[in-house]
């Protein structure tokens, strides 16, 4: 009797350990899941609200200074092509507060959301930041880019174009 008690209880740990894992990674090529983002600068949206334009993501954190030194580029970027994509953030910190010191260090204008619950973190394979995505009007992640960028640089301004498919 021990014995079958010892498996249905594995059998069940198992069962509800596969109910709760966390969404995969989606690779380059692959289309991202909808997923609900809740509003750090702006109201809770749904990561599908986006589609129907290319949309740049980007995922950071307060404690990342690589990432406080690439926001000025994307706010530059966002602010020069905004009509031709949308640029959004996703702090991947565990406290709005310090999400929002950061942002106010930052000075960006456009969307922010915060993961706490890390499922955006993970769908986005975001195992280093700052992360960057771009992602086509479809939803299909076109290119993840690693590390701290000038995003208004010429180079990285053609490389978009070219990545979605567009003039710049």
């Not at 209880?9 to 090529?29: D, H, Q, R, Y």
């Not at 394979?125 to 086509?136: E, F, H, K, N, Q």
């Not at 960028?149 to 979605?164: N, R």
Request: charged share 20%.
């Amino acid at each position: 009797m021990k014995k079958a008690l010892a498996s249905l209880a594995l059998c069940l740990a198992a069962m509800s350990g596969s109910a709760f894992a966390t969404p995969g990674e989606v690779p380059e090529g692959g289309t991202l899941r909808q997923m609900p983002m809740q509003g750090l600068t702006t109201g809770s949206k749904l990561l599908g609200d986006y589609r129907g334009k290319p949309l740049i993501i980007n995922v950071w954190a307060s404690y990342c200074p690589p990432c406080l030194a690439e926001m000025g580029s994307l706010e530059r970027l966002s602010k020069r092509y905004g009509k031709q994509f949308n640029v959004i953030g996703i702090s991947i910190d565990d406290y709005p507060e310090r999400a929002q010191a950061f942002l106010t260090q930052a000075k960006t204008s456009f969307p922010h959301f915060i993961d706490r619950q890390l499922a955006l973190e993970n769908m986005l394979g975001a195992d280093r930041i700052p992360l960057t995505v771009l992602v086509d009007a479809d939803g299909k992640v076109v290119q993840k880019v690693f590390g701290a960028k000038e995003w208004d640089s010429p180079e990285a301004v053609e490389a978009i174009g070219k990545a979605f498919g567009r003039r710049m």
